[in-house]
């Protein structure tokens, strides 16, 4: 079956480092999506992309990059992790562009910056 | 902008209850309303979903009618169990200048008390 992967799921990490976080999946999707997950805010989107070599800033993307090789890979990394960079980050893909397709989730990476 | 504004948590509820989490959205154009479930420890899942005006979404017993006059899309099940215990987001996609990306709803949580 296809599906979704994020390694590792949980991470702990100091300030000041530099982290990724993986995302593959095998639905051979062209849209790809990083979001963290926060109480009281619900999810943020991060950075997304349309497909290879395609990579979009979203709403609170500082501090954050992403890189699109192949179809199924797009790690998320923390240039220099900051406290505020503390959350549960998600990864997500969907096949098509119209707005009307389901977005297919990750379990989630758990990550503390100390 | 594009925004989605759901009921403050958390919601408790003997097994068997009625379920309504309401749901309003502001958005451009014609988007499309989702929810999606966050069971504990696990991602996001699509729990229904709807299109287009006075469509309705359906999954699990679970409802929800896309209202254009009201902008609103209301979850809602007749009778529910403790497995329902999780979070619920509403989200929207396919506004206006936001294309295919979702745009959440901060969520509800539900605690169903056998």
């Not at chain 1, 990864?91 to 379990?107: L, M």
């Not at chain 2, 309504?20 to 699509?46: H, K, M, R």
């Not at chain 2, 409802?63 to 509403?90: M, N, P």
């Amino acid at each position: 079956d296809a599906e979704i992967t994020q390694s590792p799921r949980h991470k702990i990490t100091e300030t000041g480092r530099q982290v990724t976080l993986a995302c593959h999946q095998t639905w051979n999707h062209n849209n790809m999506f990083w979001y963290r997950q926060d109480l009281g805010h619900g999810l943020r989107l991060i950075h997304y992309s349309y497909g290879v070599q395609d990579t979009n800033k979203g709403e609170v993307s500082d501090g954050y990059s992403v890189s699109r090789s192949n179809t199924e890979d797009l790690p998320l990394t923390l240039e220099s992790a900051a406290s505020s960079q503390t959350s549960v980050y998600f990864c997500a893909s969907s096949e098509i562009w119209t707005g009307t397709d389901t977005q297919y989730f990750g379990p989630g990476t758990r990550l503390t910056v100390l | 902008g594009n925004s989605v504004t759901q009921m403050e948590g958390p919601v408790t509820l003997s097994e068997e209850a009625f379920l309504t989490i309401n749901c309003t959205y502001t958005a451009t154009g014609y988007p499309s309303l989702f929810w999606y479930v966050q069971y504990p420890g696990e991602g996001l899942q699509l729990l229904l979903k709807a299109t287009k005006a006075d469509d309705k979404g359906s999954n699990k017993g679970f409802e929800a009618t896309y209202r254009k006059e009201t902008t609103s899309f209301h979850l809602e099940k007749g009778s529910v169990q403790v497995s329902d215990s999780a979070v619920y987001f509403c989200a929207l996609s396919g506004a206006q200048g936001g294309s295919e990306k979702l745009v959440f709803g901060k969520g509800t949580k539900l605690t169903v008390n056998p």
